[in-house]
């Protein structure tokens, strides 16, 4: 048995039937794309809310150092003080600059989906031009 040709509107039935469902995987992968990059800046929020709170923490070490430092002729407690304070700013400065750059929107961008996207315009414009 010969299998007949298929005819034109099943031809473009079949066509518009994988446009769909490529559309839909499109979809699927953006949304999950988007919910991964939401979850990062969650994340990057959590780093800059860390980030507020060891400034206070060092803005607290720095004024207590700098009040040992004047109430002690020694310095000895005071220094050590400020140099933990110091230490604590380095740290939140680090933390900032990492929550904001995660923040970034094209970090939050579906890129995967974009190329997907491209790829598949590419690959859908080659069959048709092979035709």
Known sequence: MTE???????LVADALENV???????????????????NRAGVALGMIAGAAIVVMVTLNTLVAALVAALTEAGLDAGWSALIVGVI????????????LNDLKL????????????Q??????KEAYNDK
């Open 4 to 10: 007949q040709p298929k005819s034109a509107s099943s």
């Open 20 to 38: 769909s469902a490529l559309l839909r995987n499109e979809i699927d992968l953006a949304r999950a794309e988007v919910s991964e990059n939401l």
């Open 88 to 99: 604590l700013a380095i740290v939140a400065y680090a933390m900032m600059s990492k929550g």
């Open 106 to 117: 094209t970090s939050l961008a579906p890129t995967r989906t974009m190329k997907n996207v």
């Open 119 to 124: 790829r598949d315009a590419e690959a859908v």
